[in-house]
């Protein structure tokens, strides 16, 4: 049995602000069931209360976001028999203090979805937080943010990223689409969830072969290095997608669904791949990024591309995890 989380609202009419809430979804398969067919493996939990074969599709509706720009767009409808509830799909632009306006009516109905089209990186991604794990989305500048090598620290500044349909289907959308990392797939039970990043985001590994190699036990490896190693892969089918970004004083490891992994690195070619207006905001917050002699460290030792895949490799002809117990309480002691 699968759990997914995404976050939505309980209908309580037009003309107030929402607040999103946490929507737990459980299924014995990857798709939401059409609207008239009875599915009694699927539940939908939200502010304690779980609701069995909630019948669903998406709906239209008009919307004022907490910046006061008016939206029409398609959101994901579940009928519980005695209750609508609601929740944004992937890049919408409605947020917490959102004011419904209007209602449009029924767009699908009848085919259901796949949930991963739902739930990839939009909302939900889990980071450690002083207190506890707290999605993503959530986080705002100055929340403090476990990390590996420097206790808490503050957020300085949090991002996103939209990739649009049209984006998705162009001839690079291959460079866009997000990394897959199923849960348990890098070792020790790591991560704790199914995990999604971009393909250049870079997770840690901790093992004696990295250490063998590189002379220290602890490197980063781009996502993209890691496809094919225990199920990790490319998800192709999505309508759109949302990257968040997290950026700290320095280069540090945090923990996605408690995984090590990195934040925002400040190197040339990362801020040549989000927005302007994001380059700009990290300027305004670090300006010694605009120095040309500026050179950021990094939290842990980046290897090529080349011997990024070629530790890999090595990890699957060994059949080894890319965690090992011993090197990460060696290097966290």
Same mark, same amino acid.
């Given at each position: 049995?699968?759990?997914?989380?995404?976050?939505?609202?309980?209908?309580?009419?037009?003309?107030?602000?929402?607040?999103?809430?946490?929507?737990?979804?459980?299924?014995?398969?990857?798709?939401?069931?059409?609207?008239?067919?009875?599915?009694?493996?699927?539940?939908?939990?939200?502010?304690?209360?779980?609701?069995?074969?909630?019948?669903?599709?998406?709906?239209?509706?008009?919307?004022?976001?907490?910046?006061?720009?008016?939206?029409?767009?398609?959101?994901?409808?579940?009928?519980?028999?005695?209750?609508?509830?609601?929740?944004?799909?992937?890049?919408?632009?409605?947020?917490?203090?959102?004011?419904?306006?209007?209602?449009?009516?029924?767009?699908?109905?009848?085919?259901?979805?796949?949930?991963?089209?739902?739930?990839?990186?939009?909302?939900?991604?889990?980071?450690?937080?002083?207190?506890?794990?707290?999605?993503?989305?959530?986080?705002?500048?100055?929340?403090?943010?476990?990390?590996?090598?420097?206790?808490?620290?503050?957020?300085?500044?949090?991002?996103?990223?939209?990739?649009?349909?049209?984006?998705?289907?162009?001839?690079?959308?291959?460079?866009?689409?997000?990394?897959?990392?199923?849960?348990?797939?890098?070792?020790?039970?790591?991560?704790?969830?199914?995990?999604?990043?971009?393909?250049?985001?870079?997770?840690?590994?901790?093992?004696?072969?990295?250490?063998?190699?590189?002379?220290?036990?602890?490197? *980063?490896?781009?996502?993209?290095?890691?496809?094919?190693?225990?199920?990790?892969?490319?998800?192709?089918?999505?309508?759109?997608?949302?990257?968040?970004?997290?950026?700290?004083?320095?280069?540090?490891?945090?923990?996605?669904?408690?995984?090590?992994?990195?934040? *925002?690195?400040?190197?040339?070619?990362?801020?040549?791949?989000?927005?302007?207006?994001?380059?700009?905001?990290?300027?305004?917050?670090?300006?010694?990024?605009?120095?040309?002699?500026?050179?950021?460290?990094?939290?842990?030792?980046?290897?090529?591309?080349?011997?990024?895949?070629?530790?890999?490799?090595?990890?699957?002809?060994?059949?080894?995890?890319?965690?090992?117990?011993?090197?990460?309480?060696?290097?966290?002691?």
């Amino acid at each position: 049995m699968a759990t997914y989380e995404i976050n939505g609202w309980v209908w309580s009419g037009l003309g107030s602000a929402t607040t999103l809430s946490t929507i737990t979804i459980t299924d014995d398969d990857p798709t939401m069931s059409p609207y008239f067919t009875d599915d009694f493996t699927e539940t939908l939990e939200i502010g304690g209360t779980t609701y069995t074969n909630p019948r669903g599709g998406t709906y239209e509706l008009t919307f004022t976001d907490s910046g006061g720009t008016s939206h029409t767009e398609d959101f994901l409808l579940w009928f519980t028999g005695s209750n609508f509830i609601f929740a944004p799909l992937p890049g919408s632009n409605f947020d917490d203090g959102s004011v419904l306006d209007s209602l449009g009516g029924w767009q699908e109905f009848s085919s259901g979805f796949n949930w991963e089209d739902i739930t990839c990186f939009t909302s939900g991604t889990l980071i450690e937080t002083i207190n506890g794990s707290t999605p993503i989305e959530t986080l705002c500048a100055g929340d403090l943010i476990k990390t590996q090598n420097h206790g808490y620290r503050p957020l300085l500044w949090i991002g996103k990223s939209f990739v649009s349909f049209a984006d998705l289907s162009s001839e690079n959308a291959d460079k866009l689409y997000p990394v897959k990392i199923p849960a348990h797939s890098l070792g020790l039970g790591l991560p704790s969830r199914d995990l999604c990043v971009s393909r250049q985001h870079r997770m840690l590994v901790s093992s004696k072969i990295a250490a063998r190699m590189f002379e220290t036990s602890e490197v *980063f490896v781009s996502a993209v290095k890691l496809l094919g190693y225990n199920g990790i892969r490319q998800i192709t089918d999505l309508r759109s997608v949302e990257y968040y970004h997290l950026l700290f004083d320095q280069h540090e490891i945090i923990f996605a669904e408690d995984a090590p992994t990195e934040s *925002f690195y400040t190197g040339r070619e990362a801020l040549r791949l989000i927005s302007q207006t994001s380059a700009d905001e990290i300027l305004k917050l670090k300006p010694e990024i605009a120095q040309s002699h500026y050179i950021p460290d990094v939290a842990a030792y980046i290897p090529s591309g080349k011997h990024q895949r070629k530790l890999i490799e090595r990890h699957q002809k060994n059949s080894a995890c890319l965690y090992n117990a011993a090197t990460m309480r060696q290097e966290r002691a």
